[in-house]
């Protein structure tokens, strides 16, 4: 929107990694950015940040409704992203149900532009032939575990939205990476056990990354350019596990890992995390869905969202040197390079998309 409008952008999920870097974007064109919260959600991702912020749920239909009053654009970022949850519905009914709910009242409300996150998994499957793109139609069976199942089930409600009329474009980040991940992300956790030196060893997966900063510009452009009912992958660059590890040992002065752990390994060690944990009441610290999608290689074509946003990203050796520098600036490593006892146990899962 044009600097100097009394426009409203609402969006959900701010106070996440590419939620809370999107609002940055969305503040530099001016107009109010209103932000929906849960009531238990923590804001330090915006914090300073001259935002509106509006309490509420996406499973609270009432609380949808206030925040959609008068609001020009929404960008529907939040979604319950865990690869492993005691109860797997609460992931349906944030992700599936909360964005059905979203879409209905945002609908109602006459937003004139909606764009909804969702990720790289709905389109990376394999197929015959050459990169997977926004043409490959996934089916449910092929999704792994409840995240993904929830993302593909709320992408095809927005795509249904979408023919009956509400003003939504789709935008599927592969994985973003760079500062501002406090989280951390899965990825961002693995940036965080490399500077630590607790990455003894790697498995045998691939993904596409792209700067974080560089997902928010695309989400902007897609609202901006993008066509209605219509799907844009936000990625920049495939690299196999090895070759994102080896960048990281090059940025960060660290030395890379040079075994690779066989997959029945890692297999085997996510069946005996989830019976530990469902022993112990904890969070295991290898999902198997975490493993089992590392057995494929999300790698993509998102040279459309090139053709027909402008999407531009910029080298990935960038975006990781940045997130490396926050990492250390923020404390998630001391100056030893030890893991602070502050933050999350190392996870020794293979990194997967971040809608």
Same mark, same amino acid.
């Given at each position: =929107?044009?600097?100097?409008?009394?426009?409203?952008?609402?969006?959900?999920?701010?106070?996440?990694?590419?939620?809370?870097?999107?609002?940055?974007?969305?503040?530099?064109?001016?107009?109010?950015?209103?932000?929906?919260?849960?009531?238990?959600?923590?804001?330090?991702?915006?914090?300073?940040?001259?935002?509106?912020?509006?309490?509420?749920?996406?499973? @609270?239909?009432?609380?949808?409704?206030?925040?959609?009053?008068?609001?020009?654009?929404?960008?529907?970022?939040?979604?319950?992203?865990?690869?492993?949850?005691? @109860?797997?519905?609460?992931?349906?009914?944030?992700?599936?149900? /909360?964005?059905?709910?979203?879409?209905?009242?945002?609908?109602?409300?006459?937003?004139?532009?909606?764009?909804?996150?969702?990720?790289?998994?709905?389109?990376? +499957?394999?197929?015959?032939?050459?990169?997977?793109?926004?043409?490959?139609?996934?089916?449910?069976?092929?999704?792994?575990?409840?995240?993904?199942?929830?993302?593909?089930?709320?992408?095809?409600?927005?795509?249904?939205?979408?023919?009956?009329?509400?003003?939504?474009?789709? +935008?599927?980040?592969?994985?973003? +990476?760079?500062? /501002?991940?406090?989280?951390?992300?899965?990825?961002?956790?693995?940036?965080?056990?490399?500077?630590?030196?607790? =990455?003894?060893?790697?498995? @045998?997966?691939?993904?596409?990354?792209?700067?974080?900063?560089?997902?928010?510009?695309?989400?902007?452009?897609?609202?901006?350019? /993008?066509?209605?009912?219509?799907?844009?992958?936000?990625?920049?660059?495939? =690299?196999?596990?090895?070759?994102?590890?080896?960048?990281?040992?090059?940025?960060?002065?660290?030395?890379?890992?040079?075994?690779?752990?066989?997959?029945?390994?890692?297999?085997?060690?996510?069946?005996?995390?989830?019976?530990?944990?469902?022993?112990?009441?904890?969070?295991?610290? +290898?999902?198997?869905? /975490?493993?089992? =999608?590392?057995?494929?290689?999300?790698?993509?074509?998102?040279?459309?969202?090139?053709?027909?946003?402008?999407?531009?990203?910029?080298?990935?050796?960038?975006?990781?040197?940045?997130?490396?520098?926050?990492?250390?600036?923020?404390?998630?490593?001391?100056?030893?390079?030890?893991?602070?006892?502050?933050?999350?146990?190392?996870?020794?899962?293979?990194?997967?998309?971040?809608?």
């Amino acid at each position: =929107m044009p600097t100097g409008t009394a426009s409203i952008t609402l969006v959900t999920g701010a106070t996440g990694f590419l939620g809370s870097r999107l609002v940055r974007r969305l503040l530099r064109d001016g107009g109010e950015v209103r932000v929906l919260v849960r009531p238990t959600s923590d804001t330090q991702a915006l914090s300073g940040l001259p935002v509106t912020m509006v309490r509420g749920d996406l499973r @609270d239909r009432q609380s949808l409704r206030e925040a959609c009053r008068g609001v020009q654009r929404l960008f529907h970022v939040a979604a319950d992203y865990r690869l492993w949850a005691r @109860d797997p519905r609460t992931i349906y009914e944030s992700n599936v149900g /909360g964005t059905e709910n979203l879409l209905h009242e945002a609908a109602d409300a006459g937003v004139s532009r909606i764009v909804y996150t969702s990720t790289v998994a709905t389109i990376a +499957v394999t197929r015959p032939g050459g990169l997977p793109t926004e043409q490959v139609e996934a089916r449910l069976d092929e999704m792994i575990g409840a995240y993904k199942r929830s993302k593909l089930m709320a992408e095809q409600a927005a795509r249904k939205a979408a023919a009956e009329g509400v003003p939504v474009v789709i +935008v599927n980040p592969t994985t973003p +990476v760079g500062p /501002g991940d406090w989280k951390p992300t899965p990825t961002g956790q693995i940036i965080v056990d490399f500077l630590a030196g607790r =990455m003894p060893a790697y498995v @045998d997966t691939g993904l596409n990354l792209v700067d974080v900063d560089d997902v928010a510009e695309g989400h902007v452009l897609a609202a901006e350019r /993008g066509r209605v009912g219509d799907r844009y992958l936000l990625g920049a660059r495939n =690299m196999t596990l090895r070759e994102i590890l080896g960048t990281i040992a090059e940025v960060s002065g660290r030395p890379a890992p040079r075994v690779r752990l066989p997959y029945a390994v890692a297999l085997a060690a996510g069946y005996v995390s989830e019976r530990v944990a469902r022993l112990t009441g904890g969070e295991p610290r +290898v999902p198997l869905d /975490g493993v089992r =999608m590392a057995r494929h290689r999300m790698f993509v074509d998102s040279s459309k969202a090139t053709r027909e946003l402008g999407f531009a990203p910029g080298p990935v050796e960038q975006a990781l040197a940045r997130a490396v520098e926050w990492y250390r600036a923020n404390g998630y490593v001391d100056h030893s390079g030890h893991l602070r006892r502050r933050r999350r146990e190392r996870r020794l899962a293979p990194p997967a998309p971040i809608p």
